[in-house]
């Protein structure tokens, strides 16, 4: 009787083991370490940024990273008290960089979609924006973003964007063009090449009070909100920037940030946008 109990607890032994070991840590990342906990034991922070996405991060006339989103990672790093390292991608590579470990984070106005968070995890929106058209000061006849889509317009989207894909989901009739940067975009539109752009409203508006030349179609194309990433499934980390929002936004910080980059043209001088055409 008790070879048959000891055979018991040990059938169950390995039962229970198999059941919890899957090495998924519901309340940490997939690998089981929380990008908070291994942030705070490296005492460094690594935010993944794409630079010219005015005013959210932009590089100023030093090379120094700039803008809404840099606030917002510094003001994290000050919470843990840890340095912030920034590294730079295009748009489209910041998703893959987070999912192989080279970045902690994403901030670098990345609307929150499902697709998105099939291969990342978002926390709490931080900004809502929306997507609208931008037109040369020449054109006189469009009044609303659907007079763009026709025959013969060439329409402007920026690589790995929202803005991208539902220009690309929406417009049926008018040839989409890509661009690596909305800058690039914008000046292809100057001189001629294209018809219209397609991009994030504040962007768009900084981009027509710095350079003119051009006018904003006010009616909006889509509301998105912005969200910061971290790898998929990272809860805990997640928990934790949530928090760490509640507390920001709309504080002192925060508002000052905001009102400098949103509502002020104080920097607009500062700024590098030494940018081609493509």
């Known amino acids: 009787m008790k070879k048959v109990f000891i055979l018991f ?17 519901n309340s940490g990342s997939e690998s089981g370490t929380s990008t908070i906990e291994k942030i705070k034991k490296n005492k460094k922070i690594v935010i993944g940024t794409a630079p010219g996405y005015a005013p959210f991060e932009m590089t100023d006339l030093k090379g120094n990273y700039v803008g809404y989103d840099i606030d917002t990672a510094k003001a994290i790093g000050k919470a843990l008290d ?28 990345m609307t929150i ?15 809502k924006t929306k997507q609208v058209a931008l037109v040369p000061s020449t ?3 469009t009044k609303v973003w659907t007079d763009l889509d026709k025959k013969g317009n060439k329409i402007a989207t920026v690589v790995g964007t929202t803005g991208q894909l539902i220009t690309k989901n929406t417009f049926k009739n008018a040839e989409i063009k890509d661009y690596k940067e909305m800058a690039a975009a914008a000046l292809a539109m100057i001189s001629g090449q294209i018809d219209g752009v397609v991009y994030d409203e504040s962007s768009v508006r900084v981009w027509n009070k710095q350079n003119g030349k051009s006018r904003v179609i006010d009616n909006q194309i889509s509301a998105e909100n ?3 990433a ?7 980390t997640v928990q934790w920037l949530n928090s760490f929002l509640y507390s920001y936004i709309d504080g002192p910080d925060e508002l000052k940030s905001r009102n400098y980059w949103f509502e002020s043209d104080e920097w607009y001088d500062n700024i590098n946008n030494k940018v ?3």
Do not use: W
């Not at 979609?113 to 900004?127: D, H, M």
């Not at 971290?230 to 805990?236: A, P, R």
């Open 9 to 25: 607890m040990l059938v169950l032994s390995v039962i229970l083991t198999a059941c919890g070991g899957s090495g998924t840590d």
């Open 82 to 109: 840890v340095k912030v390292e920034f590294k730079e991608y295009s748009f489209d590579g910041l998703i893959a960089a987070l999912q192989v470990g080279e970045i902690d984070m994403i901030i670098s106005g």
């Open 113 to 127: 979609t499902g697709p998105r968070a099939l291969s990342v995890s978002f926390a709490n929106p931080y900004y």
């Open 139 to 141: 054109d006189t006849t």
């Open 226 to 228: 912005l969200g910061i």
């Open 230 to 236: 971290v790898k998929h499934n990272d809860l805990k």
């Open 276 to 278: 081609e055409a493509e």
